[in-house]
């Protein structure tokens, strides 16, 4: 009898949840959509989710956006107004639904949406849900469903325009909610894309299902003590106190579609492979996908989370406003129960440009727009932001910008995050950085090129000398081959003759320039704790083939040099070496490297001490479980390849062998 009832009660729970899995019924609209430019007559096949300029380059109508300097020659794109339009069947099941709503989950940006011919949405955020009533819309059969999209660049130019002689600093896209890098950056390009960007679907239901209650994963804290020096300024996690090592995350993609789980997958690894426990998510990209933070969560990574400002002041008006709480809103609660993330961080460096980038000059500000801009910014960043937030996640720390102090500030290394660009910006030596460690140093880094082999995917023959316009096109930073040549000159060859020497060995001495580089930032970094509790560096990964300060290259996220240099670095078994010796004191001999492949090993030995030994496999892949390593002579080192290739064409080069071919 105890069995039958046992029996009895399984029966009746399979058929409660059967229940209430047919009473709602979802209907994904991500098949059979097509395009075309506002206007015209010929449609296109298109994928969502997606972006205009995939679907134009999948339709082969474009070249790839970031082979050679194709960058420039595709900007009429974004210019242009472009419509999608598909059909979706709904069953009579579906229709006698008490409830219908049409889901969006990611419009970008502003989009106007037909259903049946009747306009049932106006989308202006490209970082909110739309959710749209459409019961009195849908009707059994075939659906019709268009979304014109309106240019972004268009609309944002015109409200600055329109706004004149007022003017927020310092670029229109200061107007619209989509990802700010998309109009460009120092280390990306312009595509500014519009698209359904994420899933779009039907949702029928008999029943509003109840918000799950959420619970607060751990004890989150930022601690900001004053101290003797200043302030302190780090995390402790259900009470202890964390040393954050870590980097700045952008996005994986200027085409956000193609950040696939996979691409997530191997970006993340990296930074759990480099000993990473941090990863800042700036805040001129994206909220990323629950995927990002499941991953994190599962390796233990912590999150910085950034709202998506940065760089810009803002508008102040009520709609503005009011579009932002609801995008707050939206992805707090979306993000919230995910263990990883730590703080939340209202903008990037918005405070500190308003106080120090010179915008009340540049842009000829008069005492009263300055202050209005400034009211607009404190209003939003410093009360409502963390009022909002607070509504919805009352339990993890909240900072309104990052930093509150420019690194130009003597401030700035006693109290607060800092972002330390004395080195780079500041053309200041490696060696400031045991004078001027911060609290917490949220940004810092050193340039480099892509990996050559990205180089010769991106160019042709002609394409590779220096300062070749296509080499130009792929190095966005201001002077940022004149910053290159300066460090160059200082920590490894005179650069009187840099013109002459090869794209490749170019790349080879600024990657060992970028691994000498974080290997000591963060090695001093470290030596302070705990007077430094974080060491946050600029960039972990790349959006596109480029010239940069990532440690990972776009192409299949492969390591750079310095990846290797932050991987040793990170580690919590021993102690960080610093070794501020300059390569260009050094007497370098002829190595004279010899190795020999056994299977997935390559064995190295030299007869005299090498510098950065770097093992290049040509068409490999995968990664080497070390790389851009010191050999003492007589010493066997072993490598082992992450996946074995037959019959692999392996060159080795040393710091000697560059620095003898080059004048």
Not at 260 to 272: C, D, G, P, R
Not at 478 to 504: C, E, I
Not at 616 to 638: M, V
Request: aromatic share 16%.
């Amino acid at each position: 009898m105890k069995y039958k009832k046992h029996l009895y009660w399984f029966f009746y729970i399979c058929l409660a949840n059967f229940s209430f899995v047919v009473s709602a019924q979802n209907i994904d609209i991500q098949k059979g959509w097509q395009y075309r430019e506002a206007g015209a007559l010929k449609w296109y096949s298109a994928t969502v989710p997606g972006e205009v300029h995939t679907d134009l380059l999948k339709n082969k109508l474009i070249s790839d956006p970031f082979y050679r300097d194709n960058e420039k020659k595709l900007q009429w794109i974004e210019k242009k107004n472009w419509e999608y339009k598909t059909t979706f069947l709904v069953t009579p099941a579906t229709i006698k639904k008490v409830y219908a709503a049409l889901v969006f989950d990611g419009l970008d940006t502003y989009a106007t949406v037909y259903l049946n011919k009747q306009l049932v949405l106006k989308a202006d955020n490209m970082f909110r849900q739309w959710r749209v009533d459409v019961k009195k819309i849908i009707k059994p059969g075939k659906n019709d469903l268009v979304v014109v999209f309106q240019s972004a660049q268009n609309v944002v130019d015109s409200l600055a325009k329109k706004d004149l002689p007022f003017v927020i600093p310092d670029n229109p896209r200061a107007y619209v909610r989509k990802a700010q890098y998309h109009f460009g950056w120092d280390w990306g390009p312009k595509f500014t894309t519009c698209g359904i960007w994420k899933s779009v679907r039907l949702e029928a239901y008999d029943e509003k299902e109840a918000e799950k209650v959420y619970k607060v994963p751990h004890q989150y804290e930022l601690v900001q003590d004053v101290d003797t020096i200043g302030k302190s300024f780090y995390f402790k996690i259900d009470g202890t106190p964390v040393y954050m090592k870590g980097a700045n995350y952008i996005p994986s993609d200027a085409f956000l579609s193609r950040v696939t789980h996979k691409e997530y997958e191997k970006v993340i690894l990296m930074a759990k492979e480099a000993n990473m426990n941090m990863l800042r998510v700036w805040g001129g990209g994206i909220y990323e996908d629950d995927y990002f933070y499941d991953l994190c969560d599962k390796n233990g990574i912590y999150v910085w989370q950034d709202f998506m400002f940065a760089g810009t002041m803002v508008p102040g008006d009520k709609a503005f406003f009011d579009n932002v709480k609801e995008e707050v809103k939206y992805q707090v609660k979306r993000l919230r129960h995910h263990p990883s993330i730590v703080v939340w961080c209202g903008n990037n460096e918005i405070d500190e440009a308003f106080k120090n980038w010179g915008w009340q000059k540049t842009f000829k500000m008069n005492q009263k727009d300055s202050i209005r801009l400034w009211n607009d910014y404190k209003r939003l960043f410093q009360d409502s932001i963390p009022k909002w937030v607070k509504e919805v996640d009352p339990n993890r720390p909240y900072v309104s910008s990052s930093p509150l102090l420019g690194w130009g500030k003597p401030a700035s290394i006693t109290q607060g995050d800092s972002h330390y660009w004395g080195t780079w910006w500041g053309l200041e030596d490696v060696e400031v950085t045991l004078k001027k460690t911060g609290r917490f140093v949220s940004e810092y880094g050193m340039q480099a090129m892509p990996n050559y082999a990205s180089t010769e995917k991106i160019t042709i023959e002609e394409d590779r000398h220096l300062y070749s316009d296509v080499l130009k096109a792929h190095q966005k930073a201001g002077k940022g081959f004149h910053k290159l040549n300066s460090y160059l000159q200082r920590y490894f060859k005179d650069t009187t003759y840099v013109k002459t020497w090869s794209v490749k060995d170019y790349t080879y001495l600024t990657q060992c320039l970028q691994y000498y580089s974080f290997k000591n930032i963060i090695g001093i970094h470290r030596s302070k704790a705990p007077y430094n509790m974080g060491t946050i560096l600029w960039q972990l990964n790349d959006c596109w083939p480029v010239a940069s300060w990532s440690i990972t290259d776009y192409y299949n996220r492969q390591p750079k040099a310095a990846w290797y240099a932050v991987k040793e670095a990170y580690r919590d078994d021993v102690k960080p070496v610093v070794d501020l010796t300059r390569p260009i004191h050094l007497k370098l001999e002829n190595p004279a490297i010899q190795f020999k492949i056994n299977g997935s090993k390559i064995v190295l030995i030299a007869n005299k001490d090498a510098k950065y030994v770097w093992i290049d496999i040509k068409g490999y892949t995968g990664r080497l479980s070390d790389n851009y390593f010191d050999l003492k002579a007589g010493q066997q080192k072993t490598i082992i390849i992450e996946s074995p290739i037959s019959k692999p064409n392996i060159t080795i080069t040393s710091l000697y062998e560059v620095l003898k071919r080059n004048r």
